[in-house]
């Protein structure tokens, strides 16, 4: 995930709800991904 400065560990952490990501982690995500960040945050 070097491409939006998280590590893969860190990445795995925020997908287990170890650890809750940055607001800029959240839009490098958004970005990169073209994930709609309602849905990223489990927005309904």
Known sequence: METI???????G???????KPAAD???QLRKQFNIDLN???HIK
Do not use: C, P, V, Y
Request: charge should be negative; proline fraction near 0%.
């Open 5 to 11: 400065g998280i590590s893969q560990g860190r990445l």
């Open 39 to 41: 849905w990223l945050l």
């Open 13 to 19: 952490e925020i997908e287990q709800d170890k650890t």
């Open 25 to 27: 982690t959240l839009i």
